[in-house]
């Protein structure tokens, strides 16, 4: 599924073979994905699928079994320094400092990041933490401590918090999971708007986000990838109209067309 | 920035926005401090007991007081490994040195001020009690007082990163009862003798009490004061790299 700016274009991330095992269980299998910089790619899949062993994989917080991933030709086993300081992460379990205010948080963040040698790494740090403040509209809770903030400011939060270090891959596990409507809403807006920016890889059990923000949209099914592409791809190769119809068909493996 | 102080700021507010830091901080050296004196003042002269007299009083409270912190440090890091959040600092590009520099910095404040909360406390029941005690020594023991410090804090570091939230308080608090017994706090170990005091020299606890009380009296001699502070400082530098292997170890374990 090659398109004609392929040529030009640099692969952000790059897997072949990946693979995790816990004991008997393989949670990612044999996973060969390639998603090219400034894509925001879309790894769709009921809970249990592999989504969020991925993401660890490619973080550098769990180590494949078998297999290898590359961020950017940097290997994630062998070159963590270098993907780490590329990468940005908003876990599915959103992780902030608690006691810390929605400021505090950026501050911290800002400061861990700030000597990695990253597109705006010249930037200070209180200018990184009103730029961001601005682009999810945090203003309004700076001063709030994290524990006390709804859902959807959490989860605004814990993504600015992983975008203050200029990450050139920014993964976002799940980044609208038990949000109300509107909240989610408004935070499909702020991807959106990060697409420019960076490469993003976002998992989600949502049709209609994927089918909202994704390039790219790849269903995964007991740990494997089973079909990729453009929604208008995976429609043709479904015969289906709609994310949620091709997402079936695959599931029952239908449409199944294992490229 | 540097990492590590960003870290450790981060853990220092923690610390400010908890109740219990200022129940160990301000209020428990002083309620110690009065009641002891109190005791102290009860007990009748020809009994000759030193160890409640304020001078010693203070020493022992200032180590006493440690092992709070080494409980606090412990609840604090267990506290973390149960969350999300430091694993996802695990993805950032902080070293693992970065995690238990900054869990250390903050504590060490801590146990500081802990001790000029006391200090100005034992001042205070000093000139009450009519007991002539050396501001130049209490001062002193301020100095003397942190290798004793980062001992306890790196014990803190250790059952935090070992142990679960319920099971490290438990055992912080054997350990602040082994502790306080073995390091001659509340009673003089040394004037006992025999396997107790034995045994007693064997731990670093004793060691801690002595050089501070001994700081106080600003003796400095080789057995009462130089000694013990060499042991002290040993004993902090040895279980801070045990501290630091055993938190690298455990975070290579979560990410593996
Ligand atoms: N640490 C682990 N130990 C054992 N099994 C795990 C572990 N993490 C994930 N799994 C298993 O791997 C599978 C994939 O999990 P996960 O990646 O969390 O899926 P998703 O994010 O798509 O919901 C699940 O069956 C899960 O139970
Ligand atoms: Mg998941």
Known sequence: MKNETDAIQIDAIKTSNLTKRYGQKTAVDQLNLTVREGELFALLGVNGAGKTTTIRMLSCLSTPTEGKAEIYGFDVVQQKDEVKRRVGISTQDTAVAENLTVEENLRFMAGIYADERTAKGKEGVNQKVERILEIFHLGEVRRKIAKTLSGGWKRKLSIAMAIIGDPKVLYLDEPTLGLDVLARRELWKEIEALKDDMTIILTTHYMEEAEALADRIAIMIDGKIVCHGTLAQLEEMTGEKGLEKVFISVAEGKGGNHE | ?256
């Open chain 2, 1 to 256: 920035m540097n990492k590590t102080l960003c870290f450790a700021k981060r853990n220092l507010i923690e610390i400010s926005r908890d109740a219990l830091s200022y129940i160990f901080c301000i209020a428990f050296p002083i309620v110690m401090l009065v009641v002891m004196t109190l005791v102290n003042e009860s007990i009748p002269k020809e009994a000759n007991m030193t160890i409640f007299r304020i001078d010693s009083l203070s020493g022992g409270i200032g180590v006493f007081g440690q092992t709070f912190v080494m409980l606090f440090t412990a609840m604090a890091v267990s506290r973390d490994r149960s969350g999300s959040f430091l694993i996802r600092m695990f993805a950032s590009p902080m070293k693992s040195s970065n995690f238990t520099n900054g869990y250390i910095l903050p504590m060490l404040l801590v146990a500081v001020v802990q001790w000029l909360v006391s200090f100005a406390a034992a001042v205070v029941v000093a000139k009450v009690v009519d007991y002539d005690v050396k501001p130049q020594g209490l001062l002193l023991a301020t100095v003397v007082l942190i290798p004793s410090a980062i001992l306890f804090i790196a014990i803190g570091l250790i059952l935090g990163t070992l142990f679960n939230q319920n099971a490290a308080p438990g055992l912080c608090s054997v350990i602040i009862s082994l502790g306080s017994f073995m390091g001659g706090i509340w009673f003089d170990v040394e004037s006992s003798g025999g396997v107790l005091y034995k045994i007693c020299k064997c731990m670093p606890f004793i060691y801690c009490t002595k050089s501070a009380r001994a700081a106080i009296h600003l003796d400095f001699g080789t057995e009462a004061f130089l000694i013990p502070l060499l042991v002290v400082t040993s004993a902090a530098v040895v279980l801070t790299i045990i501290a630091a292997a055993v938190f690298n170890t455990k975070m290579k374990a979560d990410l593996s």
